[in-house]
């Protein structure tokens, strides 16, 4: 089952279908099982937020990413990944994914 798309390409695919739905199909087509499965490109699309100081995406996408089954641990992990490569912006930004009860 493919990740929600950001609301923002729904809108844009309601408002102009020409323009938006092709992202829309992208966006389905990408975020479904292939070679990688659904739950580990959501923690790639984390680390990435994190990396680029997208607070709001790594909690989304933390959330989605969990609703695909990954674990704490694995968002830790994820989260860490990000720290090493981005240095402490991404363990900033990343940590915004943890759950409390982490």
């Not at 994820?78 to 409390?100: D, K, N, R």
Request: aromatic share 4%; net charge negative; proline share 4%.
């Amino acid at each position: 089952m493919p990740a929600d798309a950001p609301e923002f390409i729904d809108e844009v695919a309601e408002l102009d279908p020409a323009f938006g739905e092709p992202f829309d199909a992208v966006y389905e087509e990408v975020f479904s099982d292939g070679a990688l499965s659904v739950k580990t490109k959501l923690l790639i699309m984390m680390a990435l937020d994190a990396g680029r100081s997208q607070s709001d995406g790594v909690e989304i996408v933390a959330q989605q990413a969990r609703d695909a089954g990954a674990s704490e641990e694995e968002i830790l992990e994820t989260i860490e990944v990000a720290a090493l490569v981005c240095g402490v912006q991404g363990l900033a930004t990343g940590s915004s994914a943890l759950s409390e009860d982490s």
